[in-house]
């Protein structure tokens, strides 16, 4: 995963995975979007520390950690408190990165 700056802060799509280093379910969020990304042999998320970015925070009316923030066409999307299973981030990738599962001729 890489750490989020202002460039891709600034962009029109991303997937944001907010988290705080001493959350014990951030954890286990970020072990799944690990795994996902493993399994696509890319990084798809981008990373933030909360605790390093409470105006971003406030303006984007972030309830808690973990959360993944998904921003399409400059407009946050979602954003996932309950990532649940590996298979339920899958149903918003599904929607939101459809291009992970084209499969190539």
Do not use: W
């Not at 407009?75 to 649940?84: G, L, Q």
């Amino acid at each position: 995963m890489q750490q989020v700056n202002d460039d891709i802060l600034n962009k029109s799509h991303y997937l944001l995975f907010i988290n705080s280093p001493f959350c014990g379910t951030c954890h286990i969020a970020r072990g799944m979007l690990d795994k996902i990304e493993s399994v696509h042999k890319r990084e798809l998320f981008y990373e933030m520390n909360a605790s390093l970015h409470p105006e971003f925070m406030q303006e984007n009316m972030i309830e808690s950690v973990p959360c993944l923030l998904i921003k399409d066409e400059n407009v946050v999307k979602e954003k996932i408190y309950a990532f649940k299973s590996i298979q339920n981030i899958y149903t918003y990738l599904l929607t939101y990165e459809p291009s992970l599962f084209h499969l190539s001729k």
